[in-house]
């Protein structure tokens, strides 16, 4: 079993940053990790993924060249430097873990953690 702890949520200005943190135990080897969001009445959308590696990352175009992911396997923790804030990227978010390659898809991912709130003011 694998369980997800995400942290580093919070409230900031537009234009601001802020770093959230995964960590994971249990069964994580060769496990691919994703962030995923979703804003009060809409579906969770994909951020961004990252393989087991760290050597191959994915993400939406919303956050392109804004947010950055990455891993420290020793730590068993996925990271995301979110800057440049807007308020359109005021949502909860959710790590995800799974052995996928189809990293964009919310349901080939196994396991998810209970989310942290983001919230950016304008």
């Known amino acids: 079993q694998v369980q997800l702890v995400e942290s580093g949520g919070g409230l900031v200005q537009a234009g601001g940053s802020l770093r959230l943190s995964c960590a994971a135990s249990?069964?994580?080897?060769?496990?691919?990790m994703g962030w995923f969001r979703q804003a009060p009445g809409k579906e969770r959308e994909f951020v961004a993924a990252?393989?087991?590696?760290?050597?191959?990352?994915y993400y939406a175009d919303s956050v392109k060249g804004r947010f950055t992911i990455s891993r420290d396997n020793a730590k068993n923790t996925v990271y995301l430097q979110m800057n440049s804030l807007k308020p359109e990227d005021t949502a909860v978010y959710y790590c995800?873990?799974?052995?996928?390659?189809?990293?964009?898809?919310?349901?080939?991912?196994?396991?998810w953690g209970q989310g942290t709130q983001v919230t950016v003011s304008s």
């Open positions: 995800a873990g799974g052995w996928t390659t189809r990293w964009g898809n919310p349901r080939t991912y196994d396991y």
């Open positions: 990252i393989s087991w590696s760290g050597g191959s990352t």
């Open positions: 249990g069964r994580t080897f060769s496990m691919s």
